[in-house]
């Protein structure tokens, strides 16, 4: 079965419900009717600053919105811990808050497989050239004060979940996915596909994703874009110096940004 067919099956049989089910990282909201927008936030990649200011701009409102986070909560930017402390806290409160993993977070975990945060960085480990350093500073003013915390963020990043399909028509995911593989056999792929996902995908559902830059795309660019092939890209370089971080209404096209 691919994973269109596996995500099918599990939205058939929540028909009934209003249930969002969450099991081995592929998130299933079965209506979207219910929710007044269907909110995608792009990277964020440790930059609290722009993340606070988007929240104050985008009239979030816990019970009528289902949020989805795209992934890239950390790296690069001072304050990673803060942001990723941020979005568990939205998700502790509502179930309409999800939270998927981005390649950055999943370098994170494969380097606390083999280090502690108690032990000098390993400069040796691609993660901290990957701005990995910063947050791995992040991590450790955060140890020192409040082990728990430092615990409970490492958990949530744990958690986080690899793909989300909304409704009939949407699908979340950091970077891209194969339609005509099974989920189980595309993990790297959904961290880090890019080119070819954005050249050959030509399934019938929306696909709503973070990961690379718009300025990629065109150097002007600033606000999120929607591909011709159904791909809408949110990532808007929270971690470059005119860079922000962006909220999509994927059912209006309607956005929101962090300020200049
Ligand atoms: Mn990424």
Request: with cysteine; net charge negative; charged share 20%.
């Amino acid at each position: 079965m691919n994973i269109c067919e596996e995500m099918e099956k599990r939205r058939t049989r929540l028909l009934g419900t209003c249930t969002i089910s969450a099991f081995d990282g592929m998130v299933i909201v079965p209506h979207i009717e219910l929710f007044r927008r269907v909110l995608a936030i792009g990277d964020i990649h440790g930059n609290l600053e722009r993340l606070l200011s988007l929240f104050h701009r985008m009239d979030y409102c816990v019970e009528d919105d289902l949020l989805v986070f795209l992934g890239d909560y950390i790296d690069r930017g001072e304050y990673s811990a803060e942001c990723l402390q941020y979005v568990m806290k939205l998700t502790e409160k509502s179930s309409h808050v999800i939270a998927l993993t981005g390649n950055h977070e999943a370098m994170m975990l494969n380097y606390f497989e083999n280090h502690s945060i108690r032990d000098p960085m390993d400069e040796t480990h691609g993660w901290l050239h990957s701005g990995g350093i910063q947050t791995f500073e992040s991590l450790s003013r955060v140890y020192w004060q409040d082990s728990a915390l430092y615990h409970a963020l490492l958990s949530f990043v744990l958690s986080l979940n690899h793909i989300a399909a909304v409704g009939t028509e949407y699908i979340f995911t950091h970077a891209g996915f194969y339609p005509k593989v099974p989920y189980a056999k595309q993990f790297d792929a959904m961290l880090w596909l890019r080119e070819e996902f954005y050249h050959n995908y030509d399934g019938e559902k929306t696909v709503v994703v973070g990961h690379t830059p718009v300025q990629f795309f065109h150097k002007e660019q600033t606000r999120p874009i929607r591909l011709q092939n159904k791909i809408i890209d949110c990532d808007t370089g929270s971690f470059l110096p005119h860079g922000y971080i962006s909220c999509v209404d994927v059912k209006s096209m309607k956005c929101w940004q962090s300020a200049d």
